[in-house]
């Protein structure tokens, strides 16, 4: 009988091994793959910020699993998960329901032989006061979407008014910096389009840090780097200030001070979703992930494995795998050849993990990073168009795992094409 593997989300991890798995085995019935996501279309998480700025626009760039799985021999289902229950090899998908709250598919439950959750990760407000109430979490598309909406609504009132926004954002990791940078050239090229009232004087970015650089993740010359084309850009660096506090008006930090914004937006840290809390029956680490181990299967279960940001798989190093996308991506190879060669009755292959270095988006025009060499030659440090060439290429090669190298270069072309065209920027 067709053994049937059921991926939970669609994102950086997910999505590249439901394609896989589906155009291997998938369209030859060898195995029945499933996958299940709460959203209908697919946009790569590291351009979220680009979604929440408008530069680029979910309902062109973004996939949709239906056709994508018609296409790519998985089978697409909508739905939430909520439980999972491994004894009886099964998991419960939430009630779906309508803009009025009525219930128009009741609870689910779906059966499988194997189960891959890759449900990614949130942002960590560290049970900061007001936090949750009143920034935005700018983790999944639906926050990408609030943020946008908000944007438009501050921009319309400015361009009125004239008076002054504000946007603080929490956490200068790579997404507090990408998305500061893309803020300031949104605002260079809203004039193009009417807003002719609104110039740069009207807008404050503020950056705030707890470490004492940007990027404390990332080698020095790299925080260096983008610290200065960030202060360059204007935006409001604050480094070495907690939060203790948000409210309404803006940020209140350890020291007292207030840092008055009109959007605030959270972009700090990383933990697993909080519907892990209900996993009961997985081990679940504090920081609600879920604990794997070298060949992402969890724990003391059979039969279930997890990947990417709701993962800790810790390192012979004793570090965790880093929440990124490239560390979603490789997991996903290495699932998809463990499973290739389980199929064969090969052995499998333990995970390991190559840090290919990191590259922050400086907006459109330029990027910042560094690229590990080999072990004689250590990092070196990249930026410019460059860099920005190489932080596209990231994206290609997420491409390239969806649709194969062929239909990759072709989708991509179109979409080049199309932004030659379209508007540079989503302004409804
Ligand atoms: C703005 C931003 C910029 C970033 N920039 C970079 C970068 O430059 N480089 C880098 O390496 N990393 C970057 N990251 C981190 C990177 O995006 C993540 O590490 C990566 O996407 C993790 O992949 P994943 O598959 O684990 O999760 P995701 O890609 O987040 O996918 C999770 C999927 O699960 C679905 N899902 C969630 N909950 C449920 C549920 N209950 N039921 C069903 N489906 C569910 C979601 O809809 C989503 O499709 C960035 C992140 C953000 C937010």
Same mark, same amino acid.
Not at 32 to 48: Q, R, S
Not at 84 to 108: F, M, S, W
Not at 356 to 369: I, K, T
């Given at each position: 009988?067709?053994?049937?593997?059921?991926?939970?989300?669609?994102?950086?991890?997910?999505?590249?091994?439901?394609?896989?798995?589906?155009?291997?085995?998938?369209?030859?019935?060898?195995?029945?793959?499933?996958?299940?996501?709460?959203?209908?279309?697919?946009?790569?998480?590291?351009?979220?910020?680009?979604?929440?700025?408008?530069?680029?626009?979910?309902?062109?760039?973004?996939?949709?699993?239906?056709?994508?799985?018609?296409?790519?021999?998985?089978?697409?289902?909508?739905?939430?998960?909520?439980?999972?229950?491994?004894?009886?090899?099964?998991?419960?998908?939430?009630?779906?329901?309508?803009?009025?709250?009525?219930?128009?598919?009741?609870?689910?439950?779906?059966?499988?032989?194997?189960?891959?959750?890759?449900?990614?990760?949130?942002?960590?407000?560290?049970?900061?006061?007001?936090?949750?109430?009143?920034?935005?979490?700018?983790?999944?598309?639906?926050?990408?979407?609030?943020?946008?909406?908000?944007?438009?609504?501050?921009?319309?009132?400015?361009?009125?008014?004239?008076?002054?926004?504000?946007?603080?954002?929490?956490?200068?990791?790579?997404?507090?910096?990408?998305?500061?940078?893309?803020?300031?050239?949104?605002?260079?090229?809203?004039?193009?389009? +009417?807003?002719? %009232? !609104?110039?740069?004087?009207?807008?404050?970015?503020? $950056? *705030?840090?707890?470490?004492? @650089?940007?990027? =404390?993740?990332?080698?020095?010359?790299?925080?260096?780097?983008?610290?200065?084309?960030?202060?360059?850009?204007?935006?409001?660096?604050?480094?070495?200030?907690?939060?203790?506090?948000?409210?309404?008006?803006?940020?209140?930090?350890?020291?007292?001070?207030?840092?008055?914004?009109?959007?605030?937006?959270?972009?700090?840290?990383?933990?697993?979703?909080?519907?892990?809390?209900?996993?009961?029956?997985?081990?679940?680490?504090?920081?609600?992930?879920?604990?794997?181990?070298?060949?992402?299967?969890?724990? +003391?279960?059979? %039969? !279930?494995?997890?990947?990417?940001?709701?993962?800790? $798989? *810790?390192?012979?190093?004793? @570090?965790?795998? =880093?929440?990124?996308?490239?560390?979603?991506?490789?997991?996903?190879?290495?699932?998809?050849?463990?499973?290739?060669?389980?199929?064969?009755?090969?052995?499998?292959?333990?995970?390991?993990?190559?840090?290919?270095?990191?590259?922050?988006?400086?907006?459109?025009?330029?990027?910042?990073?560094?690229?590990?060499?080999?072990?004689?030659?250590?990092?070196?440090?990249?930026?410019?168009?460059?860099?920005?060439?190489?932080?596209?290429?990231?994206?290609?090669?997420?491409?390239?795992?969806?649709?194969?190298?062929?239909?990759?270069?072709?989708?991509?072309?179109?979409?080049?094409?199309?932004?030659?065209?379209?508007?540079?920027?989503?302004?409804?």
């Amino acid at each position: 009988m067709t053994q049937k593997i059921v991926i939970v989300g669609g994102g950086a991890a997910g999505l590249a091994l439901a394609s896989r798995l589906g155009r291997k085995f998938g369209r030859s019935k060898q195995l029945e793959v499933c996958l299940i996501d709460k959203n209908t279309i697919h946009i790569w998480k590291p351009k979220l910020h680009e979604v929440a700025v408008g530069v680029i626009d979910q309902s062109i760039e973004g996939l949709q699993y239906r056709d994508h799985g018609l296409k790519n021999g998985y089978q697409y289902i909508r739905g939430s998960i909520e439980n999972c229950a491994p004894d009886q090899k099964c998991i419960y998908l939430a009630p779906v329901l309508n803009d009025d709250n009525e219930v128009i598919i009741p609870q689910r439950k779906i059966e499988y032989d194997y189960l891959v959750l890759a449900l990614g990760g949130v942002s960590n407000s560290f049970n900061t006061l007001g936090a949750e109430k009143n920034c935005i979490f700018l983790d999944s598309l639906e926050s990408a979407n609030r943020f946008h909406d908000k944007l438009l609504d501050a921009l319309l009132q400015l361009n009125e008014t004239q008076t002054h926004l504000s946007i603080g954002i929490v956490g200068a990791g790579a997404t507090g910096v990408e998305l500061a940078a893309e803020l300031h050239h949104v605002i260079e090229s809203v004039t193009q389009y +009417g807003y002719t %009232n !609104i110039s740069k004087q009207h807008l404050e970015i503020h $950056l *705030i840090e707890a470490a004492d @650089k940007v990027l =404390p993740q990332l080698p020095e010359q790299v925080s260096f780097r983008a610290q200065a084309v960030l202060a360059k850009l204007g935006i409001k660096l604050h480094l070495t200030v907690q939060v203790k506090e948000v409210t309404k008006a803006g940020f209140i930090t350890a020291a007292g001070e207030t840092i008055n914004a009109n959007i605030k937006v959270w972009a700090a840290g990383v933990k697993g979703p909080k519907v892990l809390e209900n996993f009961s029956a997985l081990p679940i680490t504090a920081r609600n992930q879920i604990e794997v181990d070298h060949y992402m299967k969890v724990k +003391g279960i059979d %039969n !279930i494995y997890a990947l990417g940001d709701c993962a800790q $798989l *810790i390192l012979d190093t004793g @570090k965790p795998v =880093p929440p990124r996308a490239q560390a979603a991506a490789q997991m996903a190879e290495t699932l998809f050849k463990n499973i290739s060669a389980q199929m064969k009755q090969q052995p499998q292959k333990a995970f390991v993990y190559k840090d290919y270095g990191s590259l922050v988006s400086l907006s459109r025009f330029s990027a910042v990073g560094n690229l590990m060499g080999n072990l004689r030659t250590g990092t070196f440090f990249v930026e410019g168009h460059l860099a920005r060439l190489m932080y596209i290429s990231l994206y290609q090669r997420h491409l390239i795992s969806l649709y194969g190298w062929f239909s990759a270069f072709v989708y991509r072309l179109a979409q080049r094409l199309l932004r030659w065209k379209r508007p540079k920027l989503k302004l409804h």
